[in-house]
């Protein structure tokens, strides 16, 4: 078990680039969810996948946004057209969740995006 | 929907004095609660968790939080301050999705 991981986990892009990041959640977790930290501020919910299925995107995620997890392992989030707003720490956790239960959520070391 | 305020963005202890966070959460369910722990350019750590049962939650590194219903709080506290407690935390709730909503955080400073 090596933890959740994530890559990059520094990214600056100029304003108006696309960019992509991956995390890989730990191998027997079958939940995935994304947030975003901006400064000073705690995380905010995005986006959760349950195996390769997206069940729930929050009105954070705007339409230059989407997120992947094709194969129910490693997921990817992309940012179109990235505005300087975009600025933040992205974090990724996951989860395991048998039946109605569910247990706690491990966070990777997170993506910091910085645009210019 | 759920929410957590935390009151006090910075707090300020001496080494070997009681730390306390204090969390007050709404919910319209009957909550799952949470803390982590951010130390500079790192992700989140669990340091204990409140699902149902016992209201006094024991965590890791001397912490423990009491859930208290009435009061709708789930205040954080360690006896003993350490330098290495020096870190940002973060109290959470989760909805039956459980997916999680933070609170803005409070940064503890130690000093010798």
């Known amino acids: 078990d090596t933890g959740v991981s994530q890559d990059p986990r520094h990214k600056i892009t100029k304003r108006g680039q696309n960019v992509t990041f991956r995390c890989d959640p730990i191998?027997?977790?079958?939940?995935l969810y994304w947030y975003r930290q901006t400064l000073g501020q705690g995380p905010e919910f995005l986006t959760y996948?349950?195996?390769?299925?997206?069940?729930?995107k929050s009105r954070l995620l705007s339409d230059r946004f989407s997120a992947e997890r094709p194969k129910g392992s490693f997921s990817t989030l992309e940012i179109q057209r990235t505005e300087q707003g975009d600025s933040a720490m992205y974090l990724c956790?996951?989860?395991?969740?048998?039946?109605?239960?569910?247990?706690?959520?491990?966070f990777g070391p997170g993506t910091r995006l910085t645009v210019t | 929907a759920q929410s957590v305020t935390q009151l006090g963005s910075h707090v300020s202890v001496s080494e070997g004095a009681l730390v306390l966070l204090r969390c007050n959460y709404s919910?319209?369910?009957?909550?799952?609660l949470f803390w982590y722990v951010q130390y500079p350019n790192q992700g989140l750590q669990l340091l204990l968790k409140?699902?149902?049962?016992?209201?006094l939650v024991k965590g890791i590194n001397g912490f423990e939080a009491e859930f208290k219903k009435s009061e709708t709080s789930f205040h954080l506290t360690k006896p003993s301050a350490h330098m290495s407690d020096a870190a940002e935390y973060f109290c959470?709730?989760?909805?039956?999705?459980?997916?999680?909503?933070f609170g803005a955080g409070t940064t503890v400073t130690v000093r010798a």
């Open positions: 919910s319209s369910v009957p909550p799952y």
């Open positions: 409140y699902t149902t049962g016992a209201t």
């Open positions: 959470a709730v989760s909805d039956s999705d459980y997916k999680l909503s």
């Open positions: 956790a996951s989860s395991l969740t048998q039946g109605w239960r569910s247990y706690e959520q491990y």
């Open positions: 191998s027997e977790h079958n939940r």
């Open positions: 996948f349950q195996n390769e299925a997206q069940l729930e």
